[in-house]
């Protein structure tokens, strides 16, 4: 696991048969932990939904970046909305969202402001 979110993607994402109906990128979320969460947590953590990084990128002053994670036991997109809401009650992960159309789709995928 790297200590921080690649700057690359795998051109196999960008297939036309990586997307569902709705432009949903399947069996794909990206994930932003919570900055300073150790390399083996993060670890755990994927592991623990069968998560693996492909990828990843970088915003503005974002050190650690945002990870792109393949899921491939999200045998549907309801199997991958579980697991985004399964992270996203992780104290280390500080966002996660399903990935439309090659951008990231943000509803809905922030932790409430009282977490």
Partial sequence: ??????????S???????????????RIL????TVGTSPA???KLLAAVGGIV????????DPEGIYTVYFGLASSPA????????LKCQPAVKFVALVEGG???VAGSKKPSSQ
Avoid at 1 to 10: G, K, R, Y
Avoid at 54 to 61: F, Q, S, W
């Fill in 79 to 86: 199997v991958l909305v579980e697991i985004l809401l399964w």
């Fill in 103 to 105: 951008t990231v789709s």
């Fill in 41 to 43: 947590t993060k670890s």
């Fill in 30 to 33: 990206s994930v932003r932990f």
């Fill in 54 to 61: 492909v990828g990843g990128y970088h915003l503005t002053k």
């Fill in 12 to 26: 196999w994402l960008k297939s036309d048969t990586n997307y569902t109906s709705d432009g949903l990128l399947k």
């Fill in 1 to 10: 696991m790297p200590s921080i979110a690649p700057d690359s993607v795998p």
